[in-house]
């Protein structure tokens, strides 16, 4: 009887016993609690480096905290899954891909804990989404192992833009922005403040691989050129570290884009704060422009007026009560804060004794009256995702159980029934949730699994240093991704602290801009940044800063002294203002005065011998033919007309044919009256008055028909010349037909040279008063004149053509006045002795013999 109950006590005693239970090396979570539907959580609550030494990661701990008061929310409401507790299960990845996908299989399995020899404990997980996951690499790495599962993932900060990918990664949602938009608001920054040469920095993840790989893309379309771009990752060795820093150093940028996290970047900075690299305007990420870590005292010198994207945060009332009265508990899968209790408090929790004398923690310790990035809410971007993430789920459940209970006939939609929801069927409703933000916006993801919205996308934040000399993350500005160019950007401008603590926009070109008036000439082998600024050549501007190409001026333009504007040219004549002109009008003017002054002595004594003697008639019409040349050239002088320039050429044409034919007239006159003096000659009958006026008529009428097919033909016009200067326009007189030309001009020389050969001949006959000699002189100056007149006139331009054809005019005018008449005249006026007809016989006779 004794053994039967001993028996019966040890079969009952088996059967008491439970058939599962735990796995030795099962990973429990770090917070969790039951629920009629279970939500998963993976976050980095601790960060390993290369020496396997950790550090906590107060911001993961915030946005972990932030989605269990979401679901104590949620479950304490009646508006949003009504009669249904949420639960969860929250693990810490260590931010490490192979254990943030043993986690993630460790929340899709369900097998959690081990089984019986003869008892099998496995069962399906009732995890429906799993939330957090900062980082792009696990993120990328869990959510294609669970693609098979349908098993949705919403990230709250992984911002990889490869994300949006839905052929490869269908099940992935986030609440943080793509990269894509950080980094095309990075390049805007930059390009914003003129920083045209920069350096870069990215982890060597997926984060900062792909996000640097969009900037660096964008950067080279909008002219912005990077001098190195270096990746960092935590666990590479030291000496990678220093090299990275003598880049740094070497380099001329001022302006370093770090695309980093800030677990990575912190090694860096050790780095550049031992060597005390100073100086550098840094441009963050939303990884660590507003993040804590390394944000110590010891870096401000380095990052000093850093600015930098960071997300927008929201006030999430509550939060900050929840936060602060959260306990470390003993109890296994919810030990996530001990730690950081422990840290905090220089304290332990443990109840074994310990060798380094820690002291034990009490139960008096309190969080409101420590200061720690744990309750600082000022930047919540991230950990706002993280609760938004949460809700998105409970709607997309709330919708899901509620098509259960309204019993609809809609199709295309899976309905649970008795709370047995399957992934596939969370996953579709998430894709069609649709909620409003405490924020009052309204939350949606778009086809890619991104948050939808029309609103502020990033806050604008910058390091400076508050009145008790803390470092302060202060927002200076706001960008708005969905608003046109000129829109998106909004800045206080006069609360921005740049690097070196100063309010002066800190400079970082390669080769300093190119003013107006120059263009840029790229150095060969260097990027396009780094030019020369070359002057533009004459007739050329350039009117904007940084110019690649000088412009041509149109051909009536000139470019300005400063070479950055097109002015009309000066338009250039001989006016009658200028010094030349007024000379050589008081010179033909003078001209004609004398040869009017000439012809009263002549008419006034024309009855004396030395007139009469002199042919008086063509002596008077030669006087009148003077005055018409010396006035003829007043027509070259003033702003050419269309008559104008007709009337000068053929004037001066006309009238000067009109004085050789009256010289060739007078040295004619003179050889036949030598020849008459012969005996038995009779040859002035042949070349009376009469024949002497119809020579001369005839001779003139010659060039009259020559100047009048001219003008029928191809008349001279007013012209612009353009090609002799670049920086005047020559109006003048343009011939028109050189032919008829060069015609008038072959004319007056044919009579001129034939008027000069009979006067040579006739240079040493007895005449009265040497005529034929003085007439011989005039027509050698007269063709002295013309003949250096030709090469002259072909190689001066502009006014200086004209003044050279005035000249030739008068010179040749004065020297046909001076040698036929001036001697004459000196006779008449101051010698009359001489003018008697006894000493004019007297003076033939002697020449005679």
Request: with cysteine; net charge positive; aromatic share 12%.
């Amino acid at each position: 009887m004794l053994l039967a109950f001993v028996v019966l006590i040890a079969f009952s005693s088996k059967a008491q016993e439970p058939f599962c239970k735990k796995w030795k090396k099962t990973e429990l979570p770090a917070f969790s609690k039951d629920g009629d539907l279970i939500i998963g959580g993976i976050f980095s609550f601790k960060t390993t480096n290369f020496n396997m030494f950790y550090r906590l990661n107060f911001r993961e701990l915030q946005c972990a905290q932030s989605m269990i008061f979401a679901i104590e929310q949620i479950n304490n409401q009646t508006d949003i899954l009504p009669g249904v507790t949420l639960g969860y299960k929250i693990y810490d990845s260590c931010r490490d891909v192979r254990l943030a996908l043993k986690m993630a299989m460790a929340l899709v399995s369900g097998l959690e804990e081990g089984q019986s020899d003869n008892k099998p404990c496995a069962k399906p997980s009732n995890v429906l989404a799993i939330i957090g996951q900062p980082n792009s690499s696990p993120v990328i790495g869990f959510t294609t192992a669970l693609g098979p599962f349908n098993i949705p993932a919403i990230s709250h900060g992984a911002s990889c833009a490869c994300l949006s990918n839905k052929n490869l990664y269908p099940t992935f949602f986030r609440t943080i922005p793509s990269d894509y938009y950080q980094s095309k608001a990075l390049v805007q920054l930059v390009k914003h403040f003129g920083w045209t040469w920069v350096g870069a920095l990215r982890s060597d993840t997926d984060y900062g691989n792909y996000g640097m790989a969009t900037f660096l893309q964008m950067a080279q379309q909008e002219g912005i050129c990077i001098e190195y771009s270096e990746a960092v990752y935590r666990t590479y060795p030291r000496q990678k570290f220093l090299k990275i820093v003598d880049i740094i150093k070497r380099s001329t940028s001022k302006v370093i884009v770090a695309f980093v996290s800030f677990s990575d970047l912190e090694y860096l900075l050790n780095e550049l704060f031992s060597q005390n690299v100073t100086g550098y305007q840094w441009i963050g990420t939303e990884s660590w422009i507003s993040a804590r870590n390394p944000s110590y005292m010891k870096y401000y010198k380095l990052l000093n007026g850093a600015i930098g994207t960071s997300l927008r945060g929201s006030l999430i009332s509550g939060l900050k009560d929840f936060l602060v009265n959260v306990r470390p508990s003993d109890i296994p899968g919810n030990t996530g804060m001990n730690e950081f209790w422990e840290f905090l408090f220089n304290c332990t929790l443990s109840k074994q004794d310990n060798v380094v004398m820690i002291p034990k923690c009490k139960e008096s310790e309190d969080l409101k009256e420590v200061n720690t990035p744990y309750t600082d809410l000022s930047n919540n971007g991230f950990c706002s995702n993280a609760y938004k993430a949460t809700y998105a789920v409970a709607y997309a459940l709330h919708n899901l159980l509620g098509c259960q209970r309204l019993k609809t006939t809609l199709t295309n939609k899976p309905c649970s029934e008795n709370m047995m929801i399957e992934p596939q069927q969370a996953l579709y409703y998430l894709k069609n949730v649709s909620f409003t933000t405490n924020d009052g916006d309204n939350f949606y993801f778009d086809e890619n699994g991104d948050p939808a919205s029309k609103g502020k996308t990033y806050d604008l934040i910058n390091w400076q240093l508050n009145k008790e000399g803390m470092i302060e993350f202060v927002t200076v500005g706001a960008h708005y991704a969905f608003l046109s160019y000129r829109q998106q950007f909004i800045f206080d401008y006069d609360s921005i602290v740049w690097a070196g603590t100063t309010k002066q926009v800190p400079k970082s070109v390669c080769s300093e801009s190119c003013q107006p008036g120059t263009r840029k000439a790229v150095r060969k082998g260097q990027p396009a940044c780094c030019f020369d600024c070359i002057p533009c050549a004459e007739g050329e501007i350039s009117n904007s800063t940084d110019s690649t190409d000088c412009l041509k001026c149109p051909l009536e333009y000139k470019a300005n002294k400063q070479k950055d504007q097109c002015i009309l040219k000066n338009i250039e004549f001989l006016s009658f203002e200028e010094n030349m002109g007024i000379l050589l009008v008081t010179l033909a003017l003078l001209g004609a005065f004398l040869t009017i002054a000439i012809a009263f002595v002549f008419y006034f004594r024309r009855d004396t011998p030395i007139v009469r003697a002199n042919n008086s008639e063509l002596s008077f019409l030669l006087l009148f033919s003077l005055t018409l040349c010396f006035l003829c050239s007043l027509t070259f002088i003033g702003r050419p007309t269309e008559w104008s320039c007709m009337l000068r050429h053929t004037a001066f044409g006309i009238t000067f044919v009109l004085c050789i034919s009256c010289v060739l007239g007078k040295t004619i006159v003179v050889l036949m009256a030598f020849r008459a003096t012969l005996p038995g000659n009779n040859v002035m009958k042949w070349f009376g008055a009469t024949q002497q006026r119809l020579s001369v008529c005839t001779l003139t009428f010659i060039q009259v028909v020559i100047c009048l097919f001219w003008l029928l033909i191809s008349p001279p016009f007013p012209n612009r010349n353009l090609k002799h200067y670049s920086e005047i326009i020559i109006l003048e007189c343009d011939l028109g037909s050189t032919t008829a030309f060069y015609a008038v001009l072959g004319y007056i020389g044919l009579l001129a040279a034939l008027c000069f050969v009979l006067a040579f001949l006739a240079r040493k006959l007895p005449d009265n008063f040497n005529e034929a000699k003085f007439i011989t002189f005039s027509i050698l100056i007269f063709c002295a004149v013309w003949i250096t007149f030709i090469p002259a006139y072909i190689s001066s331009p502009g006014k200086y053509t004209v003044a050279v054809e005035i000249f030739a005019i008068l010179a040749s005018s004065f020297g046909l006045l001076f040698c036929i008449f001036i001697p004459k005249c000196f006779v008449i006026l101051f010698k009359p002795e001489q003018n008697t007809k006894k000493h004019l016989m007297g003076k033939m006779a002697s020449k005679s013999l």
